[in-house]
């Protein structure tokens, strides 16, 4: 069964879709040839508007359009459009405000700046504790080294941009953040850029680059300050530190920032919700 939408490509994504999927229902019946992995009508919806925001059609803090203008479009019903947004909400990609609309997540929200920041105070929360004290340390635009080229999907040699930082609360440095971004997606990003800007580093990305990182991998452990870390965390060689390496991603799983992180841990503890 086809479901013609408004927009060819979106038709040929979803009859691609449908006729790959065997559907239970009254929406969405296909007849495959072949056993097929089963994907439910919504996720196929889901699939679509992540494209749409992937193309930008709807930017971050855009109102999307409302469930039963999405169920026209995709011609489905109300309550399948109502699952694939839940499902995008759960995942930080769309936030729903009662009595207004559903609209494009973006790191500049309050309740999502700090969504990949663990490192919480022992005592208080981070609200409590202050924003924090942003210093730059050096942003260079070098050729990726095949190892910083392989976890960005880049090719060894491509641009890349290194920078690095301290970020400190109530004066007491706290970490030390080395990142690399792709270099032809961060045209024009600069140390003073960085530096001036106050608010969230994820949200200057969405603002300024049109790049939302919407899930992050990390990788944790105990290591050991050396010199230079030792002298600008304000620690002893040798003092021990949490190593936190994060891969971020923007939408389809492309690779979009490589971020080393040592945090101090005397006064505060890594924190994560597993569910």
Known sequence: MSHNTSNPAEQAALDSLTASDAL???????APSVTPAFSPLYQQIKTLI??????????PGD?????????????VSQGTVRKAIDALAADNLLVRRQGKGTF???????HIQYRFLRLLPDQGTLASQGPAERDIIECRRLRAPAEIARQLNLRTGDPVLQARRVLSFAGSPAILEDLWLPGS???????????TNKGPMYALFETEFGVR????????KAVAAD????ALLGVPVGHPL??????????????????????????????????
Do not use: C
Not at 24 to 30: F, I, L, Q, R, S
Not at 185 to 195: D, I, M, P, Y
């Open 227 to 230: 010199a230079a870390a030792a």
């Open 50 to 59: 992540l494209r749409s925001l992937q193309a930008g059609e709807w930017k």
């Open 242 to 275: 949490l190593s936190v390496e994060r891969l971020a991603y923007t939408y389809n799983d492309v690779p979009m920032e490589l971020r080393r992180g040592l945090y101090r841990t005397e006064s505060r503890h890594y924190h994560n919700d597993l569910s």
């Open 63 to 75: 109102m999307i359009p409302s469930e039963l203008e999405l169920a026209a479009r995709y011609r």
């Open 104 to 110: 494009v997540a973006t790191h500049a929200e309050q």
């Open 213 to 220: 990182m919407v899930r992050a991998v990390e990788k944790l």
């Open 24 to 30: 239970a229902g009254g929406e969405g019946v296909a």
């Open 185 to 195: 997606s961060f045209r024009g990003l600069t140390q003073e850029t960085l530096a």
